[in-house]
């Protein structure tokens, strides 16, 4: 967050994401009480501007926004003047106008929110563009892997996870929560590994500071928790894979896998789950799932990020505005 708009985690850092980590404690606490409502926010508009569908990220982001009490606004492409002919850029520059103080931009293109941001006023937050990045759902997993390691071992949440031990299995070369992933756990320091078949690795993982493995079976004897990515059925271009059956098979955590799996190992999916692809139903909804505290985090880990961006940070100024406009 460069004060003005988060896109990417490196945008954070390792100082920047524990600061959020440490407000979303006071937020989940909020998220708890029988009125769970500040007026944090009170006369300011967040919008979710969303050029793709999603379930759990808007809602979650709009539920953000009114526990602060902040006024919101959905944008949704498929009902818009899009449809009519107008520009990305006409599109942002008129919800902009009409005094909007953040934007909340999926795209199925990579670097979408970047361009909207050098052209509104409002701050801009990345839920998704493309295969690049979704850096809040990888703070709600940070926020859930502290919360259920440091509740298991009886402690305050730790800001740091040295020694952590995390596998990424699955579709990595197309998922946008991978990459914001391996930037944030690693900024904690956590060690990764990126498990997969190689038609669904990156071509080259250089700098990214990972283990590369295509066997799941001796990762998973390895690491303390699993985190599960969806395919990307809709961004795969060609038959990566052999069969959903063989996928399943070699990379699924099936009933057979889940059996064997040591007690204590962690699940997470950023969802939507596809059940029977990669995860079985009895791991699912087993205790080790951490899916469901995943979903509820994320709405106090986007209060942090909304109100970060709006009342601590170096704010557009308006003329800084006209000048990014002009650009
Ligand atoms: C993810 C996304 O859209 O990138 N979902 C989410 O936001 N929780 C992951 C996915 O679609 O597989």
């Not at 404690?25 to 909020?30: G, K, P």
């Not at 962690?266 to 799932?289: F, K, N, Q, T, W």
């Amino acid at each position: 967050m460069s004060g003005r708009d988060l896109l990417s985690i490196a945008d954070l850092g390792r100082e920047g994401i524990v600061d959020v980590l440490k407000l979303a404690d006071s937020f989940a606490e909020v998220s708890e009480r029988e009125i769970p409502k500040v007026p944090a926010l009170r006369g300011k508009t967040v919008a979710t501007v969303f050029f793709e569908s999603s379930t759990r990220t808007r809602l979650s982001f709009e539920t953000a926004a009114k526990r602060l009490s902040a006024d919101t606004m959905t944008f949704t492409a498929a009902t818009s003047s899009l449809s009519k002919g107008e520009s990305l850029r006409d599109t942002v520059e008129t919800l902009d106008a009409m005094g909007v103080d953040a934007m909340i931009v999926r795209h199925a293109c990579a670097g979408a929110p970047k361009q909207v941001a050098r052209w509104v006023r409002a701050a801009v937050v990345n839920a998704g563009d493309g295969q690049h990045e979704h850096p809040t759902q990888a703070l709600l997993d940070c926020f859930t892997l502290r919360e259920a390691l440091a509740s298991r071992a009886g402690v305050e949440p730790a800001d740091d996870l040295s020694g952590v031990r995390i596998a990424i299995v699955g579709d990595v070369a197309h998922s946008r929560v991978a990459r914001s992933c391996v930037l944030a756990y690693g900024a904690l320091g956590a060690s990764v590994t990126l498990v997969g078949p190689p038609t669904l690795l990156p071509a080259t993982t250089a700098g990214w500071g990972v283990e590369v493995s295509n066997d799941l079976d001796e990762v998973l004897a390895e690491v303390d928790v699993v985190y599960l990515l969806r395919l990307q059925s809709e961004r795969l271009e060609e038959s990566l894979i052999p069969s959903l059956g063989e996928y399943s098979e070699r990379y699924g955590l099936t009933r057979d896998r889940a059996r064997r799996l040591r007690p204590e190992l962690l699940v997470m999916h950023p969802g939507p789950m596809i059940r029977g692809v990669e995860i079985d139903d009895e791991v699912a909804d087993s205790p080790r799932c951490l899916v469901t505290r995943q979903v509820r985090n994320g709405v106090a880990v986007r209060m942090a990020v909304l109100f970060r961006l709006l009342t601590l940070g170096d704010r557009k100024a308006s003329d800084d505005g006209q000048e990014r406009r002009s650009a």
